[in-house]
């Protein structure tokens, strides 16, 4: 819906960031003064958080957290994008889980990580711990962690480090010893 004031500029709102005033009531002509004016002004600006939003979307998939920091940092009150997060997470724009699904098999490209380290990664993103469960289960059955992990332990056999720099090289990219174990035995490392 578009609102001009009276002094002339126009600006757009979305119903849903009003409480205040009834939708029914913008009418040509109409006026709206203290609380119901400011209601008009701050929907107007969750309106312009949720375009900037969708700009960002639009390039690549984003994340709650990291969507947040970039609004604040163009300049907008904390309290605008939540109000418009939350209405873009309730059409399905922004979500999440869906963000760990994509992030996982971007970062198997360059990255041979296993689930600990990529749960953590996932979690300094703030996102949910069910849907990182949810994401690494659907991840791990697509692509096998103990491949990743042959192929994280041949780059390490490849730059000739000894077997306990291979070793802790592989804890610190998140994978179980069991798993680390199980590869070198495959490999043809002895025990």
Known sequence: MEITTVSGPSFFIRTIYLSLVNPDDI???????????????????????????LDYLNRSEQYRMGLTAKLIAKGFAKSNINRALDYLESKKYLDDRRFAGV???????????????????????????????EALDEF???????????????????????EDKITQYLLKNGFSIKLIQKVKEDYGFEK
């Open 27 to 53: 009418v040509d002509g109409a006026e709206f003064l203290d609380e119901k004016e400011e209601e008009l002004v701050d929907a107007g600006l969750c309106f312009a958080v949720e375009q900037k939003a």
């Open 103 to 133: 992030w996982l098999r971007n970062r198997a490209i360059t990255h041979a990580e296993g689930r600990s380290k990529l749960s953590m990664e996932l979690a300094a993103r703030g996102i949910n711990k069910a849907y990182i469960t």
């Open 140 to 162: 791990f059955e697509e692509i096998s962690e103990e491949e990743i992990c042959m192929r994280a332990f041949k780059k390490c056999v490849k730059t000739k480090k000894d």
